[in-house]
T-cell receptor
Framework: AQSVTQPDIHITVSEGASLELRCNYS??????LFWYVQSPGQGLQLLLK??????LVQGIKGFEAEFKRSQSSFNLRKPSVHWSDAAEYFC?????????????FGTGTQLKVEL | EPEVTQTPSHQVTQMGQEVILRCVPI?????FYWYRQILGQKVEFLVS????????KSEIFDDQFSVERPDGSNFTLKIRSTKLEDSAMYFC??????????FGQGTRLTVV
């Protein structure tokens, strides 16, 4: 069974500082990996995805993530955080994009940005 | 930009009552999903639906739950007899083959 671990429940960074949110997954085959962001009371917005190819993927809002198969990780990064990035971030793994494949989410990391 | 639409945004119901949560997926999408998020917890998969039938369901999705695509555009989740523990945010999602899932804004269900 697939699973996702986000070891940091809360992270606080200063505006303008760099950010890295950790994600480790467990899946027996090539995973399909996603980062979603959720602002309070809002839905889930896709930040970026990894299906195959280049292991460094670029997303919206200046975010990027790197897939490292050897470490089973898909960490999210941003070089300079903005106050508007404060939200909850979810890493998710899918077994593929064909068929009825479901997403398995991590428990999320709540990001607070100090001005 | 096309989006997944969910109604209502918030529903309050009494324990034991039936509720129907409605979703309009993106029009050319083929795969449909319901997820739920209990307050403060992670998003959990409930059910996937393809070609007019359930393709996978979780252990949460018991006999009290059902899904339907009644008219080719709506996708509904019915809870027959709600319990307090059904209180959660319910998300609908849809996707094409080979793409990521797009999520709606969610319906917050409160069972009192």
């Amino acid at each position: 069974a697939q699973s996702v671990t986000q070891p940091d429940i809360h992270i606080t960074v200063s505006e303008g500082a760099s950010l890295e949110l950790r994600c480790n997954y467990s899946y027996g085959a090539t995973p399909y990996l996603f980062w979603y962001v959720q602002s309070p009371g809002q839905g889930l917005q896709l930040l970026l995805k990894y299906f195959s190819g280049d292991t460094l993927v670029q997303g919206i809002k200046g975010f990027e993530a790197e897939f490292k198969r050897s470490q089973s990780s898909f960490n999210l990064r941003k070089p300079s955080v903005h106050w508007s990035d404060a939200a909850e971030y979810f890493c998710a793994v899918g077994a593929g994009t064909g068929g009825g494949n479901k997403l398995t989410f991590g428990t999320g990391t709540q990001l607070k940005v100090e001005l | 930009e096309p989006e997944v639409t969910q109604t209502p945004s918030h529903q309050v119901t009494q324990m034991g009552q039936e509720v129907i949560l409605r979703c309009v997926p993106i029009s050319n999408h083929l795969y449909f999903y319901w997820y739920r998020q209990i307050l403060g917890q992670k998003v959990e998969f409930l059910v996937s639906f393809y070609n007019n039938e359930i393709s996978e369901k979780s252990e949460i999705f018991d006999d009290q739950f059902s899904v339907e695509r009644p008219d080719g555009s709506n996708f509904t989740l019915k809870i027959r007899s709600t319990k307090l523990e059904d209180s959660a945010m319910y998300f609908c999602a849809s996707r094409m083959k080979g793409t990521e899932a797009f999520f709606g804004q969610g319906t917050r269900l409160t069972v009192v």
